[in-house]
T-cell receptor, first 105, second 115 residues
């Protein structure tokens, strides 16, 4: 069983919709990362969290250390948000399988 | 604008050939990671260096892969001999001191195809 589980695996939304991606992990961690990867592209770190909540533009990430769970929310989604979103935990990074998000205009 | 630089960006090679991928971490970062991404396995850690010393290379096939940091500005990942199953995207990432509260930065990746 993977240390990091993401859901859903795939997600399609209409432009403007609110999107939530979930990540659960089974090991104790000091930090959790949310990463974004566009098709054929590199990987960008969106957030690094160790507690609470962070917001950047239309993106919000939350983490509950006790429940070993994190969520990434995209408000007012836009087609340019279409990408793979990857949850990764720990200092060396153990990765979830990724969530492929498609936002239709 | 600080970034992690990887070369080559794309490489097609024949089975059995040696492949060397290079990475220039962000200046001042003391931690360097090598990851491999495939459709089947997703992203996996291959090797991890701190202050140029290898701390974890358990994810790396030892018989054909080797990773080094000859100096603080260069990390290398070598495959010899290469095999078709090594076809993947290889990412280098660098990060600052552990628990500094800062994130890590990925290079654009080296896309390797072994035929």
């Amino acid at each position: 069983k993977n240390e990091v589980e993401q859901s859903p695996q795939n997600l399609t939304a209409q432009e403007g919709e609110f999107i939530t991606i979930n990540c659960s992990y089974s090991v104790g961690i000091s930090a959790l990362h949310w990463l974004q990867q566009h098709p054929g592209g590199g990987i960008v770190s969106l957030f690094m969290l160790s507690s609470g909540k962070k917001k950047h533009g239309r993106l919000i990430a939350t983490i509950n250390i006790q429940e070993k769970h994190s969520s990434l929310h995209i408000t007012a989604s836009h087609p340019r948000d279409s990408a793979v979103y990857i949850c990764a935990v720990g200092y060396k990074l153990s990765f979830g399988a990724g969530t492929t998000v498609t936002v239709r205009a | 604008d600080a970034r992690v630089t990887q070369t080559p960006r794309h490489k097609v090679t024949e089975m059995g050939q040696e492949v060397t991928m290079r990475c220039q971490p962000i200046l001042g970062h003391n931690t360097v990671f090598w990851y491999r991404q495939t459709m089947m396995q997703g992203l996996e850690l291959l090797a991890y260096f701190r202050n140029r010393a290898p701390l974890d290379d358990s994810g790396m096939p030892k018989d054909r892969f080797s990773a080094e940091m000859p100096d603080a500005t260069l990390a290398t990942l070598k495959i010899q001999p290469s095999e078709p199953r090594d076809s993947a995207v290889y990412f280098c990432a660098s990060g600052p001191r552990r628990n500094s509260g800062n994130t890590i930065y990925f290079g654009e990746g080296s896309w390797l195809t072994v035929v």
